[in-house]
């Protein structure tokens, strides 16, 4: 068990709809990574907040936003859905110092239909 | 633009030989280099790490060995085991970035 946990495990959904998926880091971890996992690729990165602060940006769609809040959890929200928008999202948490590893939760299946 | 590469998407090893894992890198700015291991329905686990500055570091069956010239680090696991069967992935990261950069990940298989 790393400590991260994320909900929902899976979610069903339509093209076109809204989906939050919401992640709560290991107890004393300040940073929150979101990473997007499609059809057996790598590990593509999403974005990262540290103590409530947006860090850095990768290849995040527009149609999509995420926030850390005061209490350290964080939110995932995906919009318009689109088809390609199906794969394993995850949320990996991490002290936030150099070269701290990050540890991540379990994933949650999204399915666009 | 793939700046970590593993291209080998399967392995299959014999229970108690060694399991070799390659990975490649383009970005010279990675300085910080980490293993990974997945299990279907959960998420990646980390397993060993290794800094630019070394190139080898080794804990318990497990051994990274980073090549800077060649921009090449690879995961040594001996003996192997049935339990090693995993997906592993290699992942970089630079001075000053705020992500880690993974490869597309190689399904080992232990056979007994």
């Known amino acids: 068990d790393s400590g991260v946990t994320q909900t929902p495990k899976h979610l069903i959904t339509a093209t076109g709809q809204r989906v939050t998926l919401r992640c709560s880091p290991r107890?004393?971890?300040?940073?929150v990574y979101w990473y997007q996992q499609s059809l057996d690729q790598g590990l593509q990165f999403l974005i990262h907040y540290y103590n409530g602060e947006e860090r850095a940006k990768g290849n995040i769609l527009e149609r999509f936003s995420a926030q850390q809040f005061p209490d350290l959890h964080s939110e995932l929200n995906l919009s318009s859905l689109e088809l390609g928008d199906s794969a394993l999202y995850f949320c990996?948490?991490?002290?936030?110092?150099?070269?701290?590893?990050?540890?991540f939760g379990n994933g949650t299946r999204l399915t666009v239909t | 633009d793939q700046q970590v590469k593993q291209n080998s998407p399967s392995l299959s090893v014999q229970e108690g030989r060694i399991s070799i894992l390659n990975c490649d890198y383009t970005n010279s700015m990675f300085d910080y280099f980490l293993w990974y291991k997945k299990y279907p329905a959960e998420g990646p686990t980390f397993l060993i790490s290794?800094?630019?500055?070394?190139d080898k570091n080794e804990d318990g069956r497990f051994t990274v060995f980073l090549n800077k010239s060649a921009k090449h680090l690879s995961l040594h696991i001996v003996p192997s085991q049935p339990g090693d069967s995993a997906v592993y992935f290699c992942?970089?990261?630079?001075?000053?970035?705020?992500?880690?950069?993974f490869g597309q990940g190689t399904r080992l298989t232990i056979n007994p």
């Open positions: 290794i800094s630019s500055i070394k």
């Open positions: 990996a948490s991490s002290l936030g110092r150099r070269n701290s590893p990050l540890h």
């Open positions: 992942a970089a990261s630079a001075t000053g970035a705020q992500k880690l950069v």
């Open positions: 107890s004393g971890d300040l940073s």
